[in-house]
C-alpha cells in the first residue's frame, strides 16, 4: 500500500534546468534516508544525491555544484533541482526512500522511474 510517485522528467537542451519531484503516499508512519538514484545506458544504476531526516545532504562528485536535493517532511516528498545540465546526465531517474509502515516494518521503496534527455 506504499506508493513513490514521480513527476518532471523530459526532454531538455544542454545548459538547461529540470526540477523532478517524488511524493510518498499509502500507510506511513516514518520515513528516514530520501534519495535519486540514475541509470544510463550500457551503465551501472548509480547514487546522485541522499538527503536523510535532518537534511543532511550526499551527492556524487558528477553532479556537486549543478544539482540539489531537498524534501518536505509535511508532505512526504523529496525533489531534486538539475541545473546546468550535460548530455551525460541522459539517464532514467529513481526516487528511493526507507519508510516504516503503519504496521512497524521497515522497507526500501522505488519509484517507477522517470526519463531525462539532455540533446541539442
Known amino acids: 500500500q506504499v506508493q513513490l510517485v514521480e513527476s518532471g522528467g523530459g526532454l531538455v537542451q544542454p545548459g538547461g534546468s529540470l526540477r523532478l519531484s517524488c511524493a510518498a503516499s499509502?500507510?506511513?508512519?516514518?520515513?528516514?534516508?530520501m534519495g535519486w538514484y540514475r541509470q544510463a545506458p550500457g551503465k551501472q544504476r548509480e547514487l546522485v544525491a541522499r538527503?536523510?531526516?535532518?537534511?543532511?545532504?550526499n551527492y556524487a562528485e558528477s553532479v556537486k555544484g549543478r544539482f540539489t536535493i531537498s524534501r518536505d517532511n509535511v508532505k512526504k516528498s523529496v525533489y531534486l533541482q538539475m541545473n546546468s545540465l550535460k548530455p551525460e546526465d541522459t539517464a532514467v531517474y529513481y526516487c528511493?526512500?526507507?519508510?516504516?509502515?503503519?504496521?512497524?516494518?521497515?522497507?526500501?521503496?522505488w519509484g517507477q522511474g522517470t526519463q531525462v534527455t539532455v540533446s541539442s
Open positions: 538527503i536523510d531526516i535532518i537534511g543532511k545532504t
Open positions: 499509502g500507510s506511513i508512519s516514518s520515513i528516514n534516508i
Open positions: 528511493n526512500a526507507d519508510i516504516l509502515t503503519q504496521t512497524a516494518a521497515w522497507g526500501n521503496y
